[in-house]
Antibody
């Protein structure tokens, strides 16, 4: 059974940092790109970042570029999202999700999300 | 950036009725369009990809159509478990973008 489990969310002050983790199991992790998608309270879905299956290619939304860094360790079946210079508008549930077709396609498996709250 | 616009924002329907949801892209995304369902407190679930291919274990009452800039998700006969928010997403261009969602509620 495919499972994605996020952790690392919490309350942080504006300007602070947080590192989210996404631990995967039940599939060949190194064959699939992984994405981060967030959802602000009561709002829609916003794509944040994708890292390719090998980790060689990384993509970011303009809203987080230069502040967030995605990385992965295929030997640990884990993806991380390092979030720096956090802003109030980064408050959201952060989901990790797996791409359907390796490094391409929509997201067919999702974790349950971890809540990040940026507030003073 | 490809802007995805969904309509209507809210759709009120009764069990057994047909529901038609629309998604428009600001430029062509060919057939690289997916639909997701999200219920309160849950992660999104992939329903349709490639504009018209049902994902694993998705009931046949869900169907997708369209290409280029105009897409439709049809629920042929609403069931109680279908009342949720539906999002379209294009994966043809960076950045990946979602529509604002359509809430399907019970009339």
């Amino acid at each position: 059974e495919v499972q994605l489990l996020e952790s690392g969310g919490g309350l942080v002050q504006p300007g602070g940092s947080l590192r989210l983790s996404c631990a995967a199991s039940g599939f060949t992790f190194s064959s699939y790109a992984t994405a981060w998608v967030r959802q602000a309270p009561g709002k829609g879905l916003e794509w944040v970042s994708v890292i390719s299956s090998s980790g060689d290619n990384r993509y970011y939304a303009d809203s987080v570029k230069g502040r967030f860094t995605v990385s992965r360790d295929n030997s640990k079946n884990t993806v991380w999202l390092q979030m720096n210079s956090l802003r109030v508008e980064d408050t959201a549930i952060y989901y990790c999700a797996q791409r359907l077709n390796g490094d391409y396609g929509p997201f067919d498996y999702w974790g349950q999300g971890t809540l990040v709250t940026v507030s003073s | 950036e490809v802007v995805m616009t969904q309509s209507p924002a809210t759709l009120s329907g009764s069990p057994g009725e047909r529901a038609t949801l629309s998604c428009r892209a600001s430029q062509s995304v060919t057939s690289n369009l997916a639909w997701y369902q999200q219920k309160p407190g849950q992660a999104p679930r992939l329903l349709i990809y490639g504009a018209s291919t049902r994902a694993t274990a998705i009931p046949a009452r869900f169907s997708g159509s369209g290409s280029g800039t105009e897409f439709t998700l049809t629920i042929s006969s609403l069931q109680s478990e279908d009342f949720a928010v539906y999002y379209c997403q294009q994966y043809n261009n960076w950045p990946l973008t979602f529509g604002g969602g359509t809430k399907v509620e019970i009339k």
